[in-house]
């Protein structure tokens, strides 16, 4: 990860320097009785630890605006208490007050960036949080899940479906069944590791969509269900539609690598919604067959491949 940031690092090294360069330039250097032991290993501690917090944080980030405020703050904190050691090596004459004024500066503003990077890391960890959410029940059941989406089985959405209905009885429990399109031709023409790849980039962009509470399964081979609580059959279709609209807007970028041909794959979905009825005992079993039945009959009346563009 340093080398994505060789650039700041740089420049905080010279930045260093030049502080080096100014209070030797601008003061004289003292006598080494004058110097105050006690506080060099304070103030040149504390810019040494900070500078290793900033590497820390370079070392661990990608670029990106959360990483510039951390860094960038552990920067200037790094830098005022620099300067306020190298007071204790170079006398600055008394009516020069730039010294006193670049340690505020340099301390102050760095806590200030650093707050603000706090403030959009804290953001961004709620995001991420959100996401981990919507796979909890994954890992609360401890059952095996899928290798490539790391999304649960039919078995496992059966079960919700069930459990669902049980907890409340008279409340709208949707499910839509989601297809990809022609997906056995992807794995034809660029092979199943491509045809994997596909499949994670669309539970990805699934999953983004999607709110907490609903359940994304994989519910076969290039078929994902999505279990939505207290929703009627009118908006899972508003919801299914979203999701099939923001999945023809990806564009996948078959990997040179492993697949046969190079291709920019425009993928579509086709989807069908229902709300379970019935004894819950029944009513998944008997809800996704008739899903089932209705995708396959969307699959006949779609006969044009999915795009390509190379």
Known sequence: MLRLHVLFISICALALSACVVLYATAGALKPIASWHGMDIVGEGGTALMAGVWCLMTLSSRPKGLVTRLLAGGLAAIMLGAWVDCLDEFFLIPKDQTWDNWLEAIFQLGGMGVLTAGM???????????????????????????????????ADYLRAQIRLEQARHPGVPCAVALLDIDHFHLINRAHGKHEGDRVLQAVCHMLLLNIRNEDLLCRYAGDRFALLMPGTDEAGAREVAQHLCTMVAQMRHQVNATTATTAATLALSLRHACAVAEGEAAEAADTLLSKLSRAIETRSQERRTPAGLAA
């Open 119 to 153: 403030y959009y890391w804290r953001q961004e960890q709620f995001s991420l949080n959100e996401q981990l959410q919507k796979r909890e029940r994954l890992f609360r059941d401890h059952r095996a899940f899928d290798r490539i989406t790391q999304l649960t089985n």
